[in-house]
C-alpha cells in the first residue's frame, strides 16, 4: 500500500513533462531537481569585454545565465579574487609577459595581466547578473602565493576552498557548471567535482573560453576522460 507520504515523494519525481528523470536523461536531458546547484564561476568585470583578461565574447553568457539560474532552487556564485601582487601576475614575475608560464612551487603556473584583484571594480560580479537567489558567493585565489582556478582546491593540489564539504552537508549533489572561463576556471572546478563526488555537468554554451596555447581543446578531453557531461542550456528541462 502507498501512504500519502510516498504517493507525494513519487510525485516529487516526477516531471512537467510526465517524463521521470531517468527518461529524460537517456533523451540526452539534464533535470535541475531539488538536490542541484548551478555553480556561477567568475562573471566579473576583467574577464569581460573591456577588462584586463577579456575572455571574447565573455558577456554573451550573462543573458543564458540569468535564464538558467531561474531554474534552479539553489545557486552558487564563484569569484576570483586575488591580492595586489598576486603570484598568478606576470608583472609579479620580472621579465615574464602575459600568457607565459613559469615554474612555481606547486608546478606550471600560466601568468596573466593583473585582475580580478580584491575589491577593485574590475573584481565585481557583473552588474548584469540578476540572480538575487544566489545563496553563496565563493571567493578563490586571495593566498598571495598560490592560484586557485578551481572552486573546490587551490593551484597547490591540496588547499581546499571548503566548498564540496558545503555542498555535502546541504545534500547538494548534482553540480551545473557555467561562467568564465571555460578553459581555466569552468573545467578546474568541473574535474574537481568529480574527483569529490559529484554528478558533473558543464552547459556549453553559458560559458566562453580563453583558448590560449590549446587549453579550451585540451580541457574538454580532460572533462570527458573525467566523466564531465557536456550539455546545451536547451537540454535543461526542469
Ligand atoms: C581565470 C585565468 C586566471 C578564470 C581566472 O576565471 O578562468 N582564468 N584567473
Ligand atoms: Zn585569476
Sequence with gaps: MFDRRQLLMGLGVMTATGMMPKALEAAGKATADRNSVLLVIDVQNCFLPGGSLAVKDGDKVVPVINALAKKFAHVVMTQDWHTPGHISFASSHGGKKPFE???????KQVLWPDHCVMGTDGAALSKDLTIPNAELILRKGYNKDV??????????????TGLAGYLKARKLQRIFVVGLATDFCVAWSALDARKAGFETYVIEDACRGIDTQGSLAKAWSDMQKAGVKRIQSSDLAA
Design 101 to 107: 608560464t613559469t615554474d612555481v612551487a606547486y608546478g
Design 147 to 160: 592560484d586557485s582556478y578551481s572552486a573546490f582546491t587551490e593551484a597547490d593540489g591540496k588547499t581546499t
